[in-house]
């Protein structure tokens, strides 16, 4: 109840926080000249976009193939309104910088320094890292399973939750590829991807954690508890995709799911003598931490690092030691299960 109470002050102040940074930077009067002006000259001060001229009225995308935007810029989606907005945008903040003004978001967005073409590049960094090290932590346990463990009679390994842990890896891998995705270019498309793949996620370790828990190992029993949270999850996410992105439900979801898990988990690793639960404190304390930080949602140092990309970081090293005591797990359940047949 504590680690609740804590998330939902601090989901508050963040909300709070907000408001009072609530003005948006599309709303400046500058900003809306500045990005006028380049639609229709497709500049932005000394720097003018050659494919303005392909978004224009003037030559339409069906016409000869000389007038088309080229296909690389029709891939990356940068168009003539998204360049224009984000020069814009970074001559509007390098002149609020030199006003002492703070840096406020554009288009639900705070202000990014692009890398190659990349949004928002330290956080595809982490995000692929984040990605590497799932891969690693489920390759290690795929190999701890299979090849050094013992089997059962029925040829089957004795840890009961070894699938459950391998669908895991799979929507974790998942997710982090969207993440990286996402945040290497915004669009509408590429944010339903990631948010969806999230909140699957979310929800798929909801039930494992109610499963590990509690120790549910009859199939009917697992059905049972897993329905209504797919029917949940599955809900939210058509909710996101078909009906509204909602931002702001999006973020009670998986923050109240979180919460879940990681009550679950403290209060089973207080009960259970389990040889590996320091782990999973340490993974609960950092997961909180870096829940945290990611509500406060505060603009990016220099450009590149933000609450997110701080999440992201902090990550790694957690997803690390969840999966060694993933693998902990294992051996303690085979160990245990091979002295009762005894």
Request: hydrophobic share 45%; with cysteine; proline share 4%.
């Amino acid at each position: 109840m504590e680690i609740c109470r804590l998330l939902l002050f601090f989901a508050a102040i963040s909300f709070i926080f907000r408001l009072i940074h609530a003005n948006s930077g599309e709303d400046d009067p500058i900003y809306q000249a500045c990005v006028g002006h380049c639609k229709e000259t497709g500049c932005v001060g000394g720097k003018c976009f050659q494919h303005c001229n392909f978004s224009s009225g003037e030559n339409p995308i069906d016409g000869p193939w000389y007038l088309q935007e080229p296909l690389y810029q029709r891939w990356k989606q940068w168009d003539c309104l998204s360049d224009c907005r984000y020069h814009c945008m970074i001559a509007r903040e390098e002149e609020r910088q030199k006003l002492g003004l703070q840096p406020i978001k554009y288009h639900r967005k705070w202000p990014f320094q692009r890398v190659y073409g990349i949004q928002e590049p330290v956080s595809v960094a982490f995000s692929v890292l984040n990605l590497a090290i799932q891969f690693h932590g489920w390759v290690s346990f795929f190999i701890l399973v299979n090849y050094n463990l013992p089997y059962s009679p029925k040829k089957k390994p004795y840890y009961e939750y070894t699938g459950l842990w391998h669908i895991y890896a799979i929507l974790s891998m998942n997710s982090w590829i969207w993440s990286a995705v996402s945040h290497s270019r915004d669009v509408e498309l590429t944010e339903k991807l990631d948010y969806s793949s999230v909140v699957a996620f979310i929800g798929y370790s909801l039930l494992v954690a109610i499963l590990r828990a509690f120790n549910v190992r009859d199939e009917a029993s697992r059905v049972m508890i897993a329905a209504p949270i797919v029917a949940f999850v599955t809900t939210h996410i058509l909710y996101l995709n078909f009906y509204q992105l909602d931002y702001g439900l999006n973020i009670k979801v998986c923050v109240g799911m979180t919460m879940l898990q990681f009550i679950l988990w403290v209060v089973w690793a207080g009960f259970t003598r389990h040889p590996s639960r320091w782990k999973l404190w340490v993974v609960v304390a950092g997961g909180v931490l870096s829940t945290l930080i990611k509500i406060y949602d505060f603009p990016p140092y220099l450009g590149y690092v933000d609450a997110d990309a701080l999440w992201h970081a902090m990550s790694i090293p957690l997803t690390y030691l969840w999966w060694s005591f993933v693998r902990d797990d294992s051996e303690f359940g085979t160990t245990t299960l091979i002295k009762k047949a005894k």
